[in-house]
């Protein structure tokens, strides 16, 4: 895998589609609405976009990741979620009055589990497999039984993306990356065939998605499926689309994509008129904001910007009460991280390497 695998570009790309597709409609500062018909349809599968972003950073912590350093790689993802936390600034201003978990810090604790995997056992597809549905078993039986510890919102559902059984979806990717694409049609095809047999018979939830149902982990494999394979037989030559640029530029999309509804969508309720111009402008933005990170990038060189970052995410709502201000802030902090996050792990591998270097001449001496 040395040259770029446009497929995982395009996976990431769907998600943020979806993305637009569920926000638009349900994102707070809007105000909650219900759609029907085919808008209520492409909103549902709109909110499977975590299961996309979720399995491709199992792919991509199973193939590129671990090459680096585990002394590098778990202090980076760290950081990662701890600077994430701004995403959930966005969402709700006292970020502390519930789960610190949510999409930034799953893929955090993703990537460091996937990694340690791979680096200790170095599995094979099919572990990837039996791991997914065992973690899926574990949530459905076991997870409801046990109670409330203070981190148990990382770990367990009901919350917003614990471990169990979100984990699930990463090792899910990664086995159905490493088959052949036919059988990624193969899967979705006969799991969605049995889903309607059996909700023919019998009563399936396919809706219940924080506190995974079986119908809504159905669900998932079937959309997993089916874009691994629309993604996979699609030839891409270049960068050459938005649906491709916002997949290379996924994590600046999360935080770009609430700022272009937050401005636009108060001005129309009309929901197909909303999601294309949020999708305009939200590639409109993070297109300026790409230009001008150009002038400043050098900056996030310096860990100690970093570190300033992360006092700012956990300081901010706690001495700032005015939620506009908060929203401004943390979006603020979070496209500075998402436009320069790529810099982390090599920061944090020059600033680890220093450091022995320094204790080995202090041995020597």
């Not at 395009?10 to 759609?35: D, E, P, R, Y």
């Not at 919350?159 to 088959?179: K, T």
Request: charged share 10%; glycine share 6%.
């Amino acid at each position: 895998m040395n040259e770029r695998d446009y497929s995982l570009d395009c996976i990431k790309g769907i998600a943020c589609i979806f993305m637009i597709l569920i926000h638009a409609i349900t994102l707070v500062t809007v105000g909650k609405s219900n759609v029907d018909g085919i808008f209520g349809v492409l909103a549902f599968f709109g909110g499977t976009a975590p299961v996309l972003f979720f399995a491709v950073s199992g792919i991509t912590s199973s193939a590129f990741q671990v090459k680096k350093s585990i002394k590098a790689i778990i202090p980076a993802y760290l950081i990662f979620g701890v600077l994430g936390v701004s995403y959930i600034g966005i969402w709700r201003a006292n970020i502390y009055s519930s789960s610190l978990c949510d999409i930034l810090q799953m893929m955090a604790m993703a990537v460091i589990i996937i990694v340690l995997i791979e680096k200790i056992i170095k599995p094979s597809k099919i572990f990837y497999l039996v791991a997914s549905i065992a973690v899926f078993l574990i949530h459905y039986f076991i997870t409801s039984k046990i109670p409330a510890f203070p981190v148990k919102d990382f770990l367990f559902a009901p919350a917003v993306f614990p471990i169990f059984p979100w984990i699930s979806m990463v090792l899910l990717g990664i086995f159905l990356y490493r088959i052949d694409k036919k059988w990624n049609l193969l899967i979705g095809t006969s799991v969605f065939v049995v889903s309607i047999l059996v909700s023919m018979v019998t009563k399936v939830d396919f809706f219940n998605k924080f506190n995974m149902s079986v119908g809504y982990f159905a669900v998932s494999i079937f959309v997993m499926s089916t874009v691994f394979f629309i993604s996979r037989t699609i030839k891409f030559k270049k960068l050459n689309n938005p649906i491709l640029y916002f997949g290379k530029n996924s994590l600046l999309f999360l935080y770009v994509h609430l700022l272009a509804i937050k401005v636009f969508a108060p001005f129309t309720n009309n929901v197909l008129l909303r999601w294309i111009a949020v999708l305009i402008l939200a590639y409109l933005l993070m297109l300026g904001i790409q230009f001008i990170n150009r002038y400043i990038e050098k900056a996030f060189s310096n860990i100690v910007i970093w570190i300033l970052m992360i006092v700012a995410v956990v300081f901010i709502p706690l001495f700032i009460g005015n939620v506009n201000l908060i929203f401004s802030l943390e979006m603020l902090i979070g496209i500075l991280f998402s436009a320069n996050y790529h810099k982390l792990s090599g920061i944090i591998e020059k600033t680890f390497s220093h450091k022995l270097n320094l204790v080995g001449l202090k041995m020597k001496s």
